[in-house]
C-alpha cells in the first residue's frame, strides 16, 4: 500500500468532510454537532495553504492535519491550536504519527513555539496519542462540552516544539 503525506489542496475538501463529519456524527471526540461543507473546508484549506495537508493511502485521502490561531492577539502569534482526524480504517498505522511529525515541521517553519492539542475527557485514545508525541496535558476543564445530553471535559495538551526565542 502507498501512503503520502502532502498539503491538502480544495479537491480534497469532500473526503476531509466526510472524515470529520463520521466523527461529528458517531463519536464524542469532537463537541461540535454541525457537519462540514465541502464548499466551508475548501475556504480553510486554500487559508490555511500548507498548514493543511493529508494523508493518502492509495490514492485516497484518510486523514488529515491542520492548525491555525490558538487565540486572537499579537501576543499569542507563535502558539498554534491543531486538529488531526484519521479514518479508523487508516488508524494504528503510524501514518497519524507520520501526519503529526510533518504537521510540526511545517509549524516550526511558520514561527510556532507551542502546539495546542483540545480533546475530548471522552476520547482517551486522543489522550493517549498526544501523550506519546511528547504533548503534556495543562489543563482539564469539567463539563465544558455538552453533546447528545452529556458534559464532556476538555482536556488541553500542549507540546513545545523549539525552545528558540
Not at 480534497?12 to 469532537?30: G, S, V, W, Y
Not at 491555525?68 to 494504528?92: C, D, K, N, V, W
Not at 496535558?137 to 528558540?164: C, H, I, T, Y
Request: with cysteine.
Amino acid at each position: 500500500m502507498a501512503e503520502l503525506i502532502r498539503q491538502a489542496d480544495l479537491e480534497d475538501a469532500e473526503a476531509i468532510a466526510r472524515i470529520a463529519n463520521d466523527m461529528i456524527r458517531d463519536t464524542l471526540i469532537t463537541f461540535t454537532c454541525e457537519e462540514k461543507t465541502p464548499a466551508a473546508l475548501r475556504d480553510v484549506i486554500g487559508e490555511r495553504g500548507p498548514r493543511y495537508l493529508v494523508a493518502e493511502i492509495d490514492g485516497q485521502v484518510v486523514g488529515f492535519a491542520t492548525y491555525g490561531a490558538f487565540r486572537g492577539g499579537p501576543g499569542y502569534r507563535h502558539t498554534a491550536e491543531h486538529s488531526i482526524q484519521l479514518a479508523p480504517a487508516a488508524q494504528g498505522r503510524g501514518l497519524g504519527r507520520r501526519l503529526m511529525a510533518r504537521l510540526e515541521d511545517v509549524a516550526c517553519a511558520d514561527g510556532i513555539h507551542v502546539l495546542v492539542a483540545g480533546v475530548s475527557g471522552a476520547n482517551p485514545g486522543g489522550i493517549a496519542f498526544h501523550a506519546s508525541l511528547g504533548f503534556a496535558e495543562v489543563g482539564r476543564m469539567p463539563q465544558v462540552g455538552r453533546k447528545w445530553g452529556q458534559w464532556l471535559d476538555l482536556v488541553l495538551m500542549q507540546k513545545v516544539l523549539s525552545e528558540a526565542g
